[in-house]
């Protein structure tokens, strides 16, 4: 389960056979870190591949990532352990993504280990921007889940030119007025080079479709990462970026 996700291009994928076969046979990934205890030293540290498993989107597993924290800290002996932190992945060569399920912490981290071990280098594994029209046309497709799904707080990032001295800007609204039909909405969107809805939700495909009692929220961010505001499956995430996200995500 996970309340966050990041979705990749995959470029220049293996096909799902080779990915697959690789993948099965790697029970775990080794990588070389600056100790933390001793900065003149190296440690390594293993990583754990399992439930590798295909269906119709790509390629499902689990990654096992370890790093080292601190522990006791703020005292004069500060130490440092190993520690680990659970992540799932679809790899999809048809579809050109890999899906990582997970703290946005180590994703970067992930992404890497995964794509040395499938292609034995850097680079495959790219990262999306959903632009700022593709990404109006998301949140209208979410919107058709449900009558009272709506945007909630939008982040408007001006980057190409400023927005009277702002470089972003966000603002939000009361639960029964969607940001998009605010009467200002559209003097901020205009001149946004890209955007970043949180949006409420009663119903959406996947990821919310039991109704809560309130609403549930998420928020998009341009750079193709969704966080929930409870767990979420893997199966239904990618159910939410297969049925909800494909044309934003250009997926083929």
Known sequence: MARSIQVFRYEDPSTQEDSFNILKKTKEIKYASPDKSNKSETVELKCDISGIEVDDNGINGHF??????????????????????????????????????????????????????????????????????????????????????????????????????????????????CVTNHKDFAKYYAPTTLWSPKMRLKQCTGIVEDEPLDFASLSMKYDASFTLSQDASPTEWNKFVFGKCKKALGLR
Request: net charge neutral; hydrophobic share 35%.
């Open 64 to 177: 096992f990532y370890r790093y080292q924290v601190k522990i006791n800290r703020y005292m004069p002996d500060e130490k440092y352990t190993v520690w680990g932190e659970n992540y799932n992945f679809l790899v999809s060569p048809k579809s050109g993504i890999i899906i990582l399920h997970g703290s946005a912490k180590f994703r970067p981290r992930v992404r890497n280990l995964l794509s040395e071990v499938i292609h034995d280098g850097l680079g495959y594994f790219k990262e999306i921007i959903i632009h700022k029209d593709a990404m109006m046309d998301l949140v209208n497709e979410i919107r058709k889940d449900h009558t009272r799904n709506n945007v909630e707080r939008p982040k408007f990032d001006y980057l190409e030119n400023k927005y009277n001295d702002f470089t972003d800007l966000d603002f939000a609204t009361g639960a029964t007025l």
